[in-house]
């Protein structure tokens, strides 16, 4: 048990130190701080088939209100009115052009004789993405199940794409401060539909709407000439056009 602490009993500074919210808090003390509180009792579960220690009623455990679940990429069409399945399908043709501008794929024209392993599926991910006007807008991305391709699970795929890491970072800011440099950040449009013509054979299944709205038949295949989302060496492949541009 922690030992109750007077919030008032030290002073850093000009600021009490808030020493009173150390685990655990009873009922009372967990009422005087108005802070949010879990009765422990209803979380006690069998630990190595023993009964834990009997925990007191009053001891509780203060709790971070809960965050709201950021449900961006988990959009369902099912649940939305008709206004917002329009605006995405617009959002769904917009992905296949860019698709297509980029060279990225054509339609498998014996998809009878393909190797089956090298197919995988596609779904549209949709989310609402700022315009950069500070509004809304639907938009639609194509993402390939790239966990099920078969050099990924045979470990012969190559999916290092070097990333500045956090304490990199830190040391860019301090050496920018110190010399007096300003920053700029750039986004690249459809990044990862920008990678080299890939040398190993992929396909790609279309989801049902992309079929309806490329008027090609139901379970139609796309060979994939480059990288699309959701491929697991994508990131490498764009990587690799990045550095050489640079």
Request: glycine share 6%; aromatic share 6%; with cysteine.
């Amino acid at each position: 048990m922690v030992e109750e602490i007077n919030s008032h009993s030290r002073q850093l500074g000009t600021e009490p130190w808030m020493g009173a919210t150390a685990f655990p808090l009873r009922k009372s003390k967990a009422g005087a701080l108005n802070m949010p509180c879990v009765n422990m009792n209803k979380k006690i579960r069998k630990i190595g088939g023993k009964e834990p220690s009997t925990i007191s009623d009053e001891v509780f455990l203060p709790t971070l209100p809960m965050k709201k679940k950021d449900n961006a990429a988990d959009l369902r069409e099912s649940k939305m009115s008709l206004q917002d399945r329009l605006k995405f399908m617009e959002g769904k043709k917009a992905e296949l052009a860019s698709i297509f501008e980029n060279g990225v794929w054509h339609l498998e024209a014996s998809p009878e004789v393909v190797d089956a392993s090298r197919i995988m599926k596609a779904r549209f991910v949709l989310k609402w993405a700022n315009d950069g006007k500070g509004n809304l807008k639907a938009k639609a991305r194509l993402v390939l199940q790239g966990f099920s391709d078969p050099d990924l699970l045979s470990g012969k795929l190559e999916t290092s794409s070097p990333t500045l890491n956090r304490s990199s970072r830190q040391v860019m800011l301090s050496i920018m401060s110190i010399l007096g440099w300003s920053a700029a950040v750039a986004d690249v449009s459809t990044a990862f539909l920008q990678g080299d013509p890939q040398q190993r054979e992929l396909l790609a299944k279309l989801p049902k709407d992309a079929c309806q709205i490329l008027n090609v038949p139901a379970g139609s295949l796309m060979k994939l000439v480059k990288p699309i989302y959701g491929q697991a060496d994508a990131p490498k492949a764009w990587y690799v056009v990045a550095k050489r541009r640079l």
